[in-house]
């Protein structure tokens, strides 16, 4: 709001970006992509709160960095733009997709009440990026997984510093920290 009122009020030259669930290399390894990588590859339980029906359209990061350059060199100053990749998948999915491709049984799925206002769906329409500059998203998610989790796989050495038990925890937001 404050980027469309300085664009009204004093010509700011800005425009506003919208974008679902992002996901790749080097994300927090508190977040449900490559927390369940990490899980899975130290055989530990994967969390997945209430029964994983919550949907989210994910993306690449790599997608979401492209559309952005798509809004700096090709947008209309005082516009907003929705980023998605048309990835509506289940949270459960996505776990057991992981689980799979690190060839894991899925019987390491351990529902966990579900996290306080956890919204059921995220989802956006990004019809308007792709027809007013061209943008579209050049990464399948599946293909994006699969590279996402070898990713994880082969670089335990940057997540370890940081996947303390806290953050790998099922249910992080009970903890004290």
């Known amino acids: 709001m404050f980027v469309l009122a300085y664009h009204r009020t004093y010509g700011l030259h800005g425009a506003i970006t919208r974008c679902t669930n992002n996901f790749g290399p080097y994300q927090h390894p508190e977040k449900l992509i490559p927390k369940t990588i990490i899980r899975g590859h130290l055989n530990l339980p994967v969390p997945i709160y209430g029964r994983g029906e919550q949907v989210r359209d994910w993306i690449h990061v790599l997608d979401h960095c492209a559309a952005l350059s798509f809004v700096i060199e090709k947008g209309k100053a005082g516009e907003v733009y929705n980023i998605s990749a048309g990835n509506e998948v289940s949270n459960l999915h996505v776990v057991e997709s992981i689980l799979e491709l ?4 899925k019987n390491l799925v351990q529902f966990v009440e579900d996290r306080p206002g956890h919204d059921v769906r995220y989802s956006l329409d990004s019809s308007k990026i792709r027809s007013e500059l061209g943008w579209v998203p050049e990464h399948s998610f599946t293909e994006a997984l699969t590279k996402t989790t070898e990713w994880y796989i082969k670089n335990e050495s940057w997540w370890r510093k940081q996947a303390s038990k806290k953050m790998l925890h099922p ?4 903890l004290k920290w």
């Open 102 to 105: 690190q060839g894991i049984p």
């Open 171 to 174: 249910t992080p937001w009970k």
